[in-house]
């Protein structure tokens, strides 16, 4: 049963992202943002003049101190998530960290020490999980339709906005990670092998090809990149049965495809004799299909269910296991090409 009274919460950070999460927690009706930390003159300056009615700090004491406010939404660079998600859980209040959790495993694992130790949640910014186009994907999966995931490949490109605190890989396969691993079924992956390159900056890739072998006979390629004439959001899906095709950026998000190649044996006279003898391989192409289903903003649905998982003590979608195992597969990705 859900509590009628208002979430009080506190935000930190309000850069690049920051803004998006602002507008979101300040709509929300069932949220009272009472807190913004934000150490920039010029941003505070700009939440000042747009959200009048939000406090504005540049001491986090401030927030940490304050035993009204349940929850904290982090949205830092990445190498400041483990210091501030530490503070603010020795402080005993929930977190909704933006994605990726940690800049590695390890800090990840003191995190989820310090929630139990606390009993406080941890939520990552995992949005496309919120997404109802890949909602609807997991559904259908799991309906059986597509028969069994064979893999998965998917490209998030574009030119720029080029980072110096992260790499391309940092920057963007958390978010394809992320979806694959919901699609997996949370499987973790057997293997883990990544090629990039460094071209604008030194040590820092611009373009990165990350390999995911899973159990089953399974296997997911991403392949993600700031340095691409056009962008590109795009996964495709190829089952036993079925293939999808889903594009975050086009009209028709999710495209069905009746196509495959089925194995027929024992066909006597019309067996094709340039292959294995009584087999033959049809090439089947049968419907295609755009599912229709609700749009509501993801990011809206992400910060619902930031209040739910607290106020109900429901399983979190986006929680610390999902989130440490994105972690563990870039930790592990970026030590494996040290």
Known sequence: MKNNKKMVLGLIGVGYWGPNLLRTLNNNPSIKLKLIIEISNERQLYIKSTYPNITVSGQLSDLLQDSEIEGVVIATPV???FKLAKQCLQAQKHILVEKP?????EEGLELKKLSKKYNCLVMVGHTFLFNNAVRFIKNYLDSGECGKIRYIYSQRL???????????????????ISIIQYWMNEAAPTNVI?????????QIEDVSFLSLDYPDNRFANIHVSWLSPVKV???????????IV????????VT????????????????????????SFIYRSGNIVHPEFKWVEPLQQEIQHFIDCIQTKQPCLTGIDHALEVVRILDLASKKNA
């Open 233 to 243: 959001r795009e996964m495709i899906i190829v089952g036993e049965k079925k293939m």
């Open 246 to 253: 889903y594009n975050e950026i086009a009209e028709k998000k």
């Open 256 to 279: 069905i495809y009746d196509k495959n190649i089925d194995i027929n044996a024992n066909l006597g006279e019309y067996m094709d004799y340039d292959q294995k003898a009584n087999t």
């Open 194 to 202: 990544r090629k990039g390159m460094s071209f604008i900056q030194n």
């Open 79 to 81: 190498h400041t998530h």
């Open 158 to 176: 574009n030119l720029g906005r080029i980072r110096s605190d992260v790499d391309a890989l940092w920057n963007f396969a958390p978010h394809d």
């Open 101 to 105: 959790l940690t800049a590695s495993y």
